[in-house]
């Protein structure tokens, strides 16, 4: 007797037999994505050109001369040194474009740049045994022994010439320079961003062009693209929720907080505020706006750093978002808030992107699962206290305009940290 088996799809078999499907439970797949992702243009003196490097903050610490050129005390590091203190990972784009590469002889930096110019190859030995060092700064950075030059291979520093005879001797590479930056390089690295998910961008330029381009990057992002970040400019007008204007700078330069402020919106989790938080970083901020001033600067959507005895603190955690209106009010204007309705954004948009799109149906059971999905998440964040009065039956998937459209509707109560006291002691 000839037996069916197999799945099944509907229950039309023909043959008599076991058809079986096997199938996971029912489990939430909407989960929490993390923060601490940077996106930062900075000119570098070595480094790939129109290209967007990705960074970690272990890579940072542990690896910043063969990614960056310089030891990680270097000057050169300093705003890279500042953005990691509080971001976790980073997307570096070196926005001078155009130098040239050092060389000699022997070799040929890998990257232009002025770096270059502090490399020198150093080769000992003869008769067919040679010993190879690529030098930087006069310390020791690669050694190679080879009997020719064909068997060098290239390092993070140089790329050698193999047609040169060997010989014994030093040579240090010159001739390297760094390029210029203008408001192209900015464009195309925004534009090189687009592929990347970041939660906050920084601009160092404080020429007025410059910033705008940001500015309206920044806005179209969000609005027309779903693309969820804030950006940290040194004193631009935004009047954005998308816009954190630093009204801070330092001694060392108007725009040098920037990467400090980015790194900590970035790193600072969706159920924490940086309002009162530490300056920890080492440049020299100056604080010396007055009691009205402060209050000023704060009502006119100014992120701004005071002096609170020895510390240097943030004053309150605010975006340049100050056009209130019916359908956005004042809590718009709140960091905390902004990351926690862009984690939203975000990871409802991932969720559906890799859990639905063209995978569910769109009829009652499909809507009901996106349903469970949305509230399971909604619950996680209430649990981290990000959100509040999280109410299942106010939260709606239902069919859109067309068959293909789902249309959610889900009420969020954000939580802000505390930063006033209004108290009244009564004398009995």
């Known amino acids: 007797m000839a037996l069916g088996g197999g799945t099944f799809i509907t229950e039309n078999k023909v043959l008599p037999g076991s058809y079986i499907n096997f199938v996971s439970a029912a489990k939430a797949t909407a989960t929490l994505s993390d923060r601490g992702v940077a996106a930062l243009g900075i000119s570098l003196g070595w480094g790939p050109e129109e290209q967007v490097q990705y960074v970690d903050g272990n890579t940072f610490l542990t690896d910043t001369m063969a990614v960056f050129g310089y030891d990680y005390a270097a000057e050169e590091m300093r705003p890279l040194r500042e953005l990691f203190l ?165 001694e060392e330069g108007d725009a040098a907080l920037v990467p400090w402020v980015v790194g900590a919106s970035a790193g600072c989790e969706i159920n924490k505020s940086n309002t009162n938080m530490i300056y920890d970083g080492s440049y020299t901020p100056v604080c010396d706006l007055t009691q009205k001033e402060l209050e000023d600067t704060v009502k006119d959507g100014g992120f701004v750093l005071h002096r609170v005895g020895e510390e240097i603190r943030v004053l309150e955690d605010i975006n340049s978002f100050t056009e209130f209106s019916q359908d956005k009010g004042e809590d718009f204007s709140s960091n905390q808030v902004v990351r926690v309705l862009d984690q939203i954004g975000n990871d409802i948009a991932v969720l559906f992107n890799t859990g639905y799109l063209g995978k569910v149906q769109n009829n009652n059971s499909g809507r009901i699962a996106f349903w469970n999905d949305i509230i399971t998440y909604d619950r996680q964040l209430a649990a981290l206290g990000a959100i509040e009065d999280v109410v299942a039956d106010e939260v709606v998937v239902q069919l859109g305009k067309d068959k293909k459209s789902v249309a959610v509707t889900n009420p969020i109560t954000p939580v802000c940290a505390m930063s006033k006291l209004y108290m009244t002691v009564i004398v009995q």
């Open 86 to 250: 509080h971001a976790k990972e980073a997307y570096v784009y070196r926005l001078n474009q155009g130098g040239a590469k050092a060389s000699c002889d022997w070799a040929t930096a890998k990257y232009p740049g002025v770096r270059g110019n502090a490399i020198s190859v150093v080769v000992t030995g003869s008769s067919g045994s040679f010993v190879v060092e690529t030098m930087v700064d006069g310390k020791k950075y690669d050694s190679q022994a080879v009997t020719s030059y064909e068997e060098l291979k290239e390092n993070d520093f140089v790329v050698f010439d193999k047609e040169t005879t060997l010989a014994a001797g030093t040579k240090p590479l010159s001739g390297g320079s760094d390029g210029t930056v203008t408001a192209a390089e900015h464009s195309a690295m925004l534009g090189a961003l687009e592929s990347y998910g970041f939660n906050t961008l920084g601009c160092l330029s404080t020429e007025a062009d410059i910033c705008q381009l940001y500015i309206t990057y920044t806005k179209q992002m969000r609005e027309d693209y779903g693309r969820k970040f804030q950006t940290v400019l040194y004193k631009a007008e935004g009047n954005h929720e998308g816009i954190i204007r630093l009204e801070t700078k330092a």
